[in-house]
């Protein structure tokens, strides 16, 4: 089992920054991915961006130059730095890790963020 804690979250004006924070504890183990997914109200979720546990990152081509992912393996924590916020990025924010050899992973409760125009 794993479980991840996501915070950060909050309400800011478009154009603004928020760093999102995601602690991983458990059965944590290598080589794995985690990753940030988004769900907004009506929305199928989607990924937003993922990095490997050998720091290969993946963005989604929405937030590309605006969002940095960064990972720390020594602390099992995944980061999602998020500037030049739009409205659009309104959603709640959700934490994911899975074994690369595996499918299916684990998921955070989630954390809202709202950009207001």
């Known amino acids: 089992q794993v479980q991840l804690m996501e915070s950060g979250g909050g309400l800011v004006q478009a154009g603004g920054s928020l760093r999102l924070s995601c602690a991983a504890s458990?059965?944590?183990?290598?080589?794995?991915?985690m990753g940030w997914y988004r769900q907004a109200p009506g929305k199928q979720r989607e990924l937003v961006a993922s990095i490997t546990s050998a720091s290969v990152i993946n963005y989604a081509d929405s937030v590309k130059g605006r969002f940095t992912i960064l990972r720390d393996n020594s602390k099992n924590m995944v980061y999602l730095q998020m500037n030049s916020l739009k409205p659009e990025d309104t959603a709640v924010y959700y934490c994911n890790y899975r074994r690369l050899v595996l499918l299916n992973g684990f998921w955070g409760q989630g954390t809202q963020v709202t950009v207001s125009s």
């Open positions: 458990g059965n944590i183990v290598r080589p794995s991915i």
